[in-house]
């Protein structure tokens, strides 16, 4: 099954909304085909200016975080239904940021999936290992323990919204991309994993690898058969070489058909 790639540009705390709207109308002069689509996930701040200037355009708004419940005393935190209602169609989940540096748990994590999902919207779950576990030979075993336990419960047609990004924790940020290969086996093996959890469902969920990608290795990952895409930081927020990434996307894509 040829699954259309998602190429998703998480800018992370960067970008003021002055400099945000420049770059977001560079972006929506990009155009999300029927073999790769675009997403951005800007600061919240900047959710509301950005999408506005992205609506005409078919590039999607993704946020990069969002809390558990739906509203209430919740100082400092946004929904899911503030996000749908501002035109958001992804959210960035346990991005291993979140997991690390403001401890969020693998069940506070499961909850806001479900959150998502349940405001009409498609979660980008994140998973990955660090770089002990992998030198350990963990890896496979950290990412299922990570998907069993945030994804337990859901059914299989709430499920088939759902997108991963396999991010392993010693690639984000440092330069060090997983080779296509190393990264192509931990993406067989989530696959693997959701078609015990929901069947023929799996086949058509896109798993995403994000660490560093820049233009110099997009193709080569994406053209891997279950590498659906990429989640891409410090190299989207210039927009050459997020483009360049798009177009890398596109390149693999044609080959895979
Ligand atoms: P970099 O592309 O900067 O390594 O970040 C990856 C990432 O964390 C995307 O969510």
């Not at 975080?65 to 958001?88: Q, R």
């Not at 002990?132 to 963990?138: A, D, L, S, V, Y």
């Not at 290795?217 to 927020?237: C, F, H, R, T, Y």
Request: glycine letters at 8%; a neutral charge.
């Amino acid at each position: 099954m040829l699954r259309r790639c998602l190429v998703a540009a998480n800018w992370k705390m960067n970008m003021t909304v002055s400099q945000a709207l420049p770059l977001a109308a560079q972006l929506a002069t990009l155009t999300s085909g029927p073999l790769a689509e675009i997403a951005v996930a800007p600061p919240f701040v900047a959710l509301f200016p950005v999408g506005q200037v992205l609506r005409p355009s078919g590039v999607a708004l993704a946020a990069q975080n969002c809390h558990a419940l739906s509203a209430g005393a919740y100082t400092g935190e946004v929904s899911a239904p503030m996000l749908a209602d501002l035109g958001c169609r992804y959210v960035i989940i346990g991005h291993s940021e979140r997991r690390q540096l403001f401890g969020e748990s693998d069940s506070f994590i499961h909850e806001k999936v479900k959150a998502v999902l349940e405001a009409g919207l498609y979660p980008i779950l994140c998973v990955g290992e660090t770089l002990e576990e992998r030198e350990h030979n963990q890896t496979l075993e950290v990412v299922s323990k990570q998907l069993q336990a945030n994804l337990a419960g859901i059914s299989s047609g709430l499920g088939a919204k759902l997108v991963i990004a396999y991010e392993p924790i010693w690639a984000i940020g440092t330069g060090k991309t997983a080779t296509a290969q190393e990264a192509q086996e931990v993406h067989a093996h989530i696959r693997g994993w959701l078609q015990q959890l929901w069947g023929e469902t799996s086949k058509q969920l896109r798993i995403l690898y994000g660490g560093s990608v820049k233009a110099s290795n997009a193709e080569e990952l994406m053209a891997k058969p279950d590498i659906d895409g990429a989640l891409v930081g410090g190299a989207s927020l210039q927009f050459a070489e997020f483009s360049a990434i798009i177009e890398a996307a596109k390149k693999a894509m044609a080959h895979k058909k």
